[in-house]
């Protein structure tokens, strides 16, 4: 069964989001990231797995080494998504922003 999974659902997990921050700026082997958690190297290879069905992430083979990078194309859909989400609520703050300076003043 080809389960596809959901971008929104991976980066839900606190530790997905910080692999993804992990390899933000070089990519890494899955044993390198692994060392960066207290959890089972089986569960961290769960989690790069799920970030690549998502393709947050993609793998590179090199030799025998599998590494792994953030996909820039899908985080751009993602922002791309987020962003009239988080304009409406930048709005809406500067207005209550507005409404309190105003109600300070009386």
Same mark, same amino acid.
């Given at each position: 069964?080809?389960?596809?999974? #959901?971008?929104?659902?991976?980066?839900?997990?606190?530790?997905?989001?910080? &692999?993804?921050?992990?390899?933000?700026?070089?990519?890494?082997?899955?044993?390198? &990231?692994?060392?960066?958690?207290?959890?089972?190297?089986?569960?961290?290879?769960?989690?790069?797995? &799920?970030?690549?069905?998502?393709?947050?992430?993609?793998?590179?083979?090199?030799?025998?080494?599998?590494?792994?990078?953030?996909?820039?194309?899908?985080?751009?859909?993602?922002? #791309?998504? &987020?962003?009239?989400?988080?304009?409406?609520?930048? #709005?809406?703050?500067?207005?209550?922003?507005?409404?309190?300076?105003?109600?300070?003043?009386?």
């Amino acid at each position: 069964m080809n389960l596809r999974r #959901d971008v929104f659902q991976a980066i839900a997990d606190p530790t997905r989001r910080a &692999i993804l921050m992990l390899v933000t700026s070089h990519a890494m082997t899955a044993g390198l &990231i692994a060392a960066n958690f207290d959890t089972a190297r089986p569960t961290v290879s769960k989690h790069l797995q &799920i970030l690549t069905e998502c393709e947050l992430l993609k793998q590179e083979q090199n030799g025998r080494e599998i590494y792994y990078h953030l996909n820039p194309e899908k985080m751009k859909e993602v922002a #791309d998504f &987020i962003e009239p989400f988080r304009q409406m609520w930048e #709005d809406r703050f500067s207005k209550l922003e507005t409404i309190m300076k105003n109600y300070k003043t009386k």
